[in-house]
């Protein structure tokens, strides 16, 4: 047993006889107990009030809050008992409930921290661990963000506990690409384990406070990850996740962008519009290698007939192939009950099943009512599902598909019972991964989908400048949870709305300097200068394709982001961990777009020598009041690495 008669004990306390040796710890006096070093960090264990404080380089890199653990019913008081076992420390400790106690189990890795906590006796009801926002600095990771009525089409802090973000339902089924990984400043990180559903709040329920609530079962398991840098937990996770083994879009998808229908349209898109529009942006000299019609097309959802308002499909597909583009379609799992295939699929059983009756279908809500989901987890309706889409290519000559749904839902239960969540998710991936998604890629999240190297595009955005910056935000959000290939929102926006010349040209610009470039408003709509400057914008892409497809296969080999914060390539910068308009294209390219009215900005350079290609000069440090006219995308090439010659080459 492990003396816990002092205030603090140490994982040496419970190691050290048995394992010291084999593992490589120290113990290390200390005025109220004893500490560890354990590959650079050392956990220290306060008794009462019980606390987990994890030092890194002589610094608190991670703490608990008061209290550390709560229940239903009740909190974490102090350390009553520990032992040691099978190379983990296992802390009994109590509660202000007499009848229930918390097990913590504690195991030390390279570089990491492996806690397991469970209610005793077992419990069916929450279970959350609270940390010290403060003592990590400033936090990153969890990808799209929400915050009440506020959802990631407006809302995405940077760092994330500038903006306080709760998400009650984070889990893998939820829409928003969510993932369970934060990471911090100061060289700190958590990955939970598990696939059910929790809520999350940076400060939200409790100021200063990052609450982790597993919200059933009683357990709740995670890991501490601690490194020198932000990056390096980063890259740590990438060993945990998984980077992507292919890219799903092959190397035209980078060159050019996909043109979409929606944010042009909206629903009242016709056979009519949809062709003059796409052939407009061609004659305009634009370019598109898909032209995609979305949601407005369909009989009914979850139908796969053409509506009136597309008297020959057959036709409209030749005729964009005619303009050497391919042609895509708006497809989803959702199928609202005015369908035939709703019938069919609720008949036949081959729609995901109610918990409380699980004769009848799950019935959902999404934003276009109520639905009933396709589950491709029964062989019978993924074939069928799927035969449609085959059918769709083969009567109309259609070339890839934009999935744009759900794969599950938590009221919903599954086809079998040892189907998780997160499962649902890997079944909606190897369905998507059999068609061509056209540089839209798919919303596929949680911890390994990664590897599947899907295009991942970001939730549809407001058309204005303040949505703009959400979308830069967001892209970097997205990029440090694994996910390279990014494409943020159409440009302009999407939700509803119309963008004005100015949120058009400098979106455009914006994405010009990202992996891919995903389109719907069309400029020929406004005057001769802002087709002028998307079609620059669009044509400054094509020249950064090498440079963005050199970082695609570093992505590939290393699951290093493509689009990445300026404090990953200078950690010691305390300034970059807060700059929210810039990025790094690579580590070579820094990109400073307008993403406000006006005409200039600050930029942020860090340390070394950059190249100004807008003004043809050699720049270090800060700049102020940069200008930057309405046809200026400001880009900055840093000197003195094997990217510059041919970033310039490209560039000038």
């Known amino acids: 047993m492990v003396s816990t008669m002092g205030r603090t004990i140490s994982l040496a306390v419970a190691l050290a006889t048995a394992v010291a040796s084999c593992l490589g710890l120290a113990p290390v006096a200390a005025a109220s107990g004893l500490s560890v070093d354990r590959s650079g960090y050392r956990l220290d264990i306060d008794r009462a009030p019980f606390r987990l404080t994890v030092r890194h380089g002589g610094q608190v890199v991670l703490r608990t809050a008061s209290p550390a653990i709560d229940f239903d019913g009740g909190t974490v008081t102090n350390v009553r008992s520990s032992h040691y076992s099978a190379g983990n420390l296992v802390l009994s400790l109590g509660t202000t409930d007499p009848a229930r106690t918390v097990q913590l189990t504690i195991g030390p890795g390279e570089h990491r921290l492996s806690l397991a906590a469970q209610v005793r006796p077992p419990s069916a009801g929450r279970l959350g661990v609270h940390y010290d926002l403060a003592s990590g600095g ?129 629903t009242a898109v016709t056979q009519q519009g949809f062709l003059d529009w796409a052939r407009g942006i ?162 596929s999240h949680w911890t390994g989908a990664q590897r599947n190297g899907f295009v991942v595009r970001e939730i549809d955005k407001e058309a204005n400048f303040a949505a703009l910056g959400v979308a830069v935000r967001q892209l970097l959000a997205l990029s440090t949870v694994g996910y390279p290939f990014v494409t943020s929102d159409m440009i302009g926006g999407s939700d509803g709305q119309h963008p004005d010349r100015q949120v058009l040209i400098r979106w455009a610009q914006a994405a010009a300097a990202t992996p891919l470039m995903y389109a719907s408003t069309s400029p020929v709509g406004f005057d001769a200068q802002t087709v002028q400057y998307y079609r620059d914008a669009v044509r400054l892409h094509e020249r950064l394709t090498p440079y963005i497809l050199r970082q695609r296969d570093r992505a590939l080999a290393t699951g290093e982001p493509i689009m990445k914060p300026l404090f990953f390539e200078d950690p010691q910068d305390q300034a970059a961990y807060t700059i929210t308009d810039e990025w790094l294209l690579g580590d070579g390219l820094l990109v400073a777009p307008v993403l406000t009215e006006g005409t200039s900005r600050d930029v ?49």
């Open 138 to 266: 400033h936090w990153y990771g969890q990808g799209e963000t929400t915050r009440g009525a506020q959802d990631p089409i407006a809302f995405q802090p940077w760092p994330l506990e500038t903006g306080q973000p709760l998400d009650p339902a984070f889990g893998p089924a939820e829409y928003y690409m969510t993932e369970p990984f934060w990471f911090t400043s100061r060289g700190s990180g958590l990955y939970l384990l598990g696939n059910g559903v929790k809520d999350v709040s940076l400060g939200n329920r409790h100021p200063g406070v990052f609450d982790l609530t597993e919200l059933a079962g009683g357990e709740l398991s995670a890991t501490i990850l601690v490194r020198d840098t932000a990056r390096e937990v980063f890259q740590d996770y990438v060993g945990i996740a998984g980077k992507p083994e292919k890219s799903d879009a092959p190397d035209y998808q980078y060159r050019e962008p996909v043109w979409n229908s929606w944010a042009q349209f909206y």
């Open 282 to 443: 061609h004659d305009a000299g634009i370019p598109a290698h898909t032209f995609s019609l979305d949601d407005g097309w369909s009989a009914h959802y979850g139908d796969f007939t053409f509506n009136a308002k597309f008297p020959d499909p057959h036709g409209m597909v030749d005729q964009v192939h005619r303009l050497g583009a391919r042609f895509g379609l708006w497809v989803s799992l959702w199928a609202n009950p005015d369908s035939a295939n709703y019938a069919l699929a609720a008949s036949r059983g081959w729609l995901l099943k109610s918990k409380a009756d699980p004769a009848k279908p799950c019935t959902v809500q999404w934003w276009n009512g109520a639905a009933g989901i396709v589950d491709l987890a029964n062989p019978e309706a993924n074939a069928w599902y799927q035969g449609q889409l085959h059918q769709l290519m083969t009567d109309y000559g259609v070339d890839g598909f934009k999935f744009d749904t759900r794969f599950f839902d938590e009221s919903c239960a599954p086809y079998r019972p040892d189907l998780s969540m997160a499962d649902y998710q890997r079944l909606g991936a190897q369905m998507a991964d059999g068609y061509d998604l056209q540089g839209v890629g798919i919303r």
């Open 604 to 652: 942020h350079l860090g340390h070394g020598a950059w190249f100004d290609v807008a003004n043809h000069r050699v720049v270090r440090g800060d700049l102020h009041d940069y200008h930057a006219g309405p046809g200026t995308l400001p880009l900055f090439v840093r000197m003195g690495t094997g990217d510059t010659d041919s970033l310039l080459a490209a560039l000038l």
